[in-house]
């Protein structure tokens, strides 16, 4: 808000392109022997469709400074869950018995 | 601010008192929608988590469970969803242009939209009850020994005969003891399957229950570029469903496509 211009239909469809293709883009990929990289490469496009959800149909490119902050603050926390509670249980096997 | 209370009697009707402006009074109901949708992520991230744990925990189980769901039919359904994010990201964008028509097309095409994701979503959990994939014994037909129906009919849904053929399929022999084993770990995929699914079909049915209330606002009038702020947070709602379903996709249905 905070009187600048909000995104354009034009610029909505470019989105829901990108994110069709995304869309697509994992699905082939799952059927791509690629070992480790398989979960990774499906993640990292998840990420980026969420991204582009976030910024531009949720408007929060256009949005106040301090709603930017309160997301970007609650997504770190999300993050130090995942971490910490995967960094506890993926070394308790390196611990002697 | 007491001299403009008595000099500024003529505000727009949907104008609260304490705030100053429309756009104070449309930030902080952003900012509040924001910490509700962040303690939703909390809640879903708890899930996410749980299952990240369990699925490194049971790999391969966790192959087997998500190899017998349909992915086609979560490839359907995350375009439909995607296509209900683009069509409520427009009902938003003709509420603030005061367009009353199309805030009301949109809208009416976001819920079928919505209604054909659930519908989807029903019939994989048929299929599922059909294939006697549903965790614990309380409904459905119950999970048996080989992940499936092999007492009526022993190809269907049997997980532990499919974790032998792909075995073989890979010139790789596995002992119907470990498949059996192993199918029957896949409770734990199915269990965080149907937990996850449901719960974002919940909220689903929530967001449907939200738009046919912006659908009554939008046909008598109610919003236009002044006051658009119940439409901009029914969007942020539906668009963050969006964004579960967006992980959910590959982390329930794309696991190990490759050995399929």
Redesign the interface.
Known sequence: ???QA????KL??I??TC??IG?VL??RA?????GIF??VV??A??CT??TL??L????VRY??K??KL??SA??F??LI??TM??SD??TRTYLPR | MSTSQTTTTEHHPALSHQFDSMEQQQDASTFGMWVFLLTELMMFGGLFTAYLIYRLKYYAAFVAGSTSISVGWGFTNTLVLIGSSFTMAMAVWSAQKGMRKAQIWFLIGTMILGSAFLGIKAKEYYDKWDECHIPGHIIGKGFNAWGGCSASNPSLGNIAQEIVERGEKSHTEIPLGAARQTAQQTEIFFSFYFLMTGLHAFHMIIGLGLLTWLLLRAKRGNFGPQYYTPMELGGLYWHFVDIVWIYLFPLLYLISRTRT
């Open positions: 808000m905070s009187g909000h995104p354009t239909p909505y469809a989105i829901l994110l069709v869309t994992t699905y799952a059927f791509w022997e690629m398989n979960p499906a993640l496009i998840a469709k969420a959800v976030i531009f149909f949720m408007h949005s106040s301090l709603t309160t997301i609650g997504f926390w999300l869950m995942i509670s995967l249980y993926l």
